[in-house]
């Protein structure tokens, strides 16, 4: 009786050229097929790996590239009498069976499997979930660092905006006396010639020319404010939502552009900001990851410079395939040493509070499940380079 519903896939790494036709007939039985394993052939999708060497041969090496290499339990075939590889087999993590193997062993090396393919579900289950907590928690956290900035860059719109809607109200109120002036001149008793004559005089005390075309002004640039407030608020809600989310097509340019809103406040103090942006295709991605990406490496330029700099941003294509963003700084470089380390989780060379070891880690990750990469090029006392390279299709390397 078979105890799969569906055919499922046991690779075979064996010096020994008979081992497939004696374990088929205690195979079958289990629903179970036998791929003989190749040097680098791990491209089917299998269950778990027995490995079998000849005697004389030591099986740990290949079982652990096997393991390495499949990502699957793999099971060692092993004499009863060789009790030292046994010991060694075990230590290393690796389950073993009797050799020749019997139908009860090989049944239970898939039952042991099967529990570890679950085991391994549910784990990258909740490491799943527990990144993507950590992006969230790195996403707040800059929003946090970079909190009293956005406030500034909102406050700034709404201060004009506030002292515009002052300069209005006194406006709607000079010209409230200029129509009472005009409805008393339709007025039997009063003098005409006096009236108008007053009314001459209201015209050019509230100066009505002039506040014909600061009104037209002052609206245009509350709507303006409106706006930039509107603009802020929209692009901090699309960087800070939680989850993955739907992959869409991104414009990889607007999204560097709604990344700059947020940290305008942040960079404008330290360097000009040059934009070399080029034509790209919209690119199959998660749009508030990206975005986190962005954020991390603008900060970085910013926090890498001492004084005043430049951060030139660079968009391009690569081949038909890919696509790249970049940002270069003039800021101190990273030296050799440092440099092997920044994608490492935690790792930080900057002062306490001004970053949390993580930025540079996630969007690594983040790049990486987007089937992309991230290269870096600096130089001591010169600055540092960071391209992003994404694939305009998409990918997913979880």
Not at 63 to 90: C, K, N, S, Y
Not at 281 to 300: D, K
Request: charged letters at 25%.
């Amino acid at each position: 009786m078979q105890e799969s519903s569906s055919t499922e896939t046991i690779g075979v790494v064996s010096g020994a050229s008979d081992l497939l036709a004696r374990l088929t007939p205690l195979a079958d039985p289990l629903g179970l097929r036998l791929q003989c394993l190749e040097e680098g052939d791990a491209g089917t999708p299998l269950l778990l790996v027995l490995v079998a060497m000849p005697p004389g041969d030591d099986p740990l090496g290949p079982a652990l590239d096997w393991r390495e290499r499949a990502g699957v339990p793999v099971v060692v075939l092993l004499p009863e009498a060789a009790t030292d590889l046994q010991a060694r087999v075990e230590q290393a993590g690796i389950a073993w069976l009797g050799s020749p193997p019997d139908a009860a062993g090989l049944r239970l090396a898939v039952q042991m499997a099967r529990m570890q393919a679950v085991q391994l579900d549910a784990r990258q289950a909740e490491l799943a979930l527990a990144r993507d907590r950590l992006m969230q928690s790195d996403r707040l956290a800059s929003i946090g660092q970079l909190a009293a900035g956005v406030a500034h860059e909102i406050n700034n719109p709404v201060g004009y905006i506030n002292s515009n809607l002052g300069t209005l109200a006194e406006y709607v109120d000079d010209l409230f006396r200029l129509l009472d002036a005009y409805q008393a001149l339709e007025t039997p008793d009063g003098d005409a010639d006096v009236l108008r004559q007053s009314i001459r005089e209201l015209r050019e005390s509230i100066r009505l020319d002039f506040l014909r075309e600061d009104l037209g002004s002052l609206v245009a640039e509350s709507r303006e404010g409106v706006s930039r407030v509107r603009q802020i608020i929209e692009d901090l809600k699309d960087f800070s939502r939680a989850g993955e989310g739907e992959r869409e097509a991104l414009d990889l340019n607007r999204a560097m552009e709604r990344t700059l809103n947020i940290v305008h406040n942040e960079l404008k103090y330290k360097a000009e900001v040059v934009l070399e942006l080029g034509e790209l295709p919209p690119v199959e991605c998660q749009a508030s990851q990206i975005g986190q990406v962005m954020m991390n490496l603008l900060v970085n330029a910013a926090q890498a410079i001492e004084g005043q700099g430049r951060i030139v941003i660079r968009t391009g294509t690569q081949g038909a395939e890919q696509v790249w963003f970049e940002v270069e700084d003039t800021g101190q470089g990273i030296e050799p040493e440092v440099l092997r380390h920044i994608f490492d989780p935690f790792y930080t060379t900057k002062p306490v509070g001004e970053g949390t070891g993580l930025g540079l880690s996630i969007s690594y990750g983040i790049v990486q499940r987007h089937g992309g990469g991230i290269e870096v090029d600096s130089h001591p006392g010169q600055g540092t380079r960071f391209r992003v390279v994404l694939p305009v299709a998409g990918g997913d390397r979880s």
